[in-house]
C-alpha cells in the first residue's frame, strides 16, 4: 500500500505538469534605435572649438531609445544629401527606427551665382537651379528633405522632420524672434509626405526657452557667435525638444512613448 500511494502520486503529479502549460519567457520590451541627421548645432562638439556643443548627444537622458547623432558640422540638406550621409544612415536603419532630420543653419544663400556646395535652390518645392561652381543642377531644402525622408521610410522607418534651432534672439539686447524660411520648409515637406513622417517645431520650443531666459542668461550660451551654444545651451534645446514632444506641441509624434523624463523649460 505504501508503495502504491507512492505511485499514485507520483503519477497524478506528472498528470499535473502536463496539463500545466510552460509559461514562456518573455523578451525584454525591444525599443527603436533613433538616427539624428544635422549640423554642428546637433552634432556631438559642435562647432568643434572646445567651446560650444550640439544638442543630439543629451536628448538620451530624457528618452528610453538608443540615440546614434550622425550629425555633421557645416552640413545643409544638400551636402549631406550629396556626399551620402542619408543614404549611410538608411543602411543602418531597421523598421521600427526613429530617423529625426533638422537642418537649415548652413541652408541659405543661393547657389546660381556664388555656389558654396551647401546652398539649397530658393523655393519650396520642384524649383530647381544651376551651380554656378560645377553646373550640376540644384533641388530645393523641401526635394532634399522628402527624399531622404522617403529612403528612411521605405526601410519602415518613422520620421521627424525637425525645425532648426535658433540664432540668439537676444544678441540685440531686445528679444527678436524671426523665423527663418527653412522652418516653413521642414512643415511643406511634412505635410507633402503625411503618414510616417512628423514635425516637431524645435525652433519655436528654444524660441520660446530664451524668452523665458531673458537677455543675460541666454547671451551667455552663445561664448563664441550668435549659432553655437555652449554644453548647457545644448543641453536646453534638447530640453525644449523633448517637451515638445511630450506636450504634443506639434501634435504626436512616433518618440512620444518612449519618453521617461521631460523637463519644464518653457
Not at 561664448?223 to 506639434?250: C, E, M, R, V, W
Request: net charge neutral.
Amino acid at each position: 500500500m505504501r508503495f502504491s500511494s507512492l505511485s499514485t502520486v507520483l503519477a497524478l503529479g506528472a498528470l499535473k505538469a502536463a496539463a500545466t502549460p510552460t509559461r514562456p519567457e518573455l523578451a525584454p520590451r525591444a525599443t527603436p534605435t533613433v538616427y539624428l541627421c544635422g549640423d554642428s548645432t546637433m552634432a556631438n562638439k559642435g562647432a568643434n572649438d572646445g567651446a560650444t556643443d550640439g544638442w543630439g548627444q543629451y536628448f538620451g537622458t530624457y528618452s528610453s531609445v538608443t540615440v546614434v547623432n550622425k550629425a555633421i558640422g557645416g552640413r545643409s540638406a544638400r551636402s549631406y544629401w550629396a556626399e551620402g550621409r542619408f543614404a549611410e544612415v538608411a543602411a543602418l536603419v531597421k523598421s521600427g527606427d526613429i530617423v529625426v532630420i533638422e537642418f537649415g543653419h548652413n541652408d541659405g544663400g543661393t547657389p546660381v551665382t556664388a555656389d558654396n556646395g551647401r546652398s539649397d535652390c530658393p523655393g519650396a518645392g520642384t524649383e530647381t537651379c544651376i551651380s554656378s561652381a560645377t553646373g550640376e543642377t540644384i533641388y530645393t531644402f523641401v526635394f532634399y528633405v522628402i527624399q531622404a525622408s522617403k529612403l528612411m521610410t521605405a526601410k519602415g522607418a518613422t520620421v521627424i522632420l525637425s525645425s532648426q534651432t535658433p540664432n540668439n534672439l537676444w544678441e540685440t539686447g531686445a528679444f527678436v524672434s524671426a523665423p527663418p524660411r527653412f522652418v516653413g520648409y521642414q512643415l511643406t515637406a511634412q505635410k507633402a509626405l503625411g503618414t510616417g513622417v512628423y514635425f516637431v517645431d524645435h525652433y519655436e520650443a528654444v524660441s520660446k526657452t530664451y524668452k523665458k531666459l531673458g537677455n543675460t542668461e541666454t547671451n551667455a550660451l552663445y561664448p563664441n557667435d550668435h549659432t553655437h551654444t555652449s554644453p548647457k545651451g545644448a543641453l536646453l534645446s534638447a530640453q525644449a525638444f523633448t517637451q515638445a514632444i511630450y506636450t504634443k506641441t506639434n501634435g504626436t509624434t512616433s518618440l512620444y512613448d518612449y519618453v521617461i523624463n521631460s523637463p519644464t523649460v518653457y
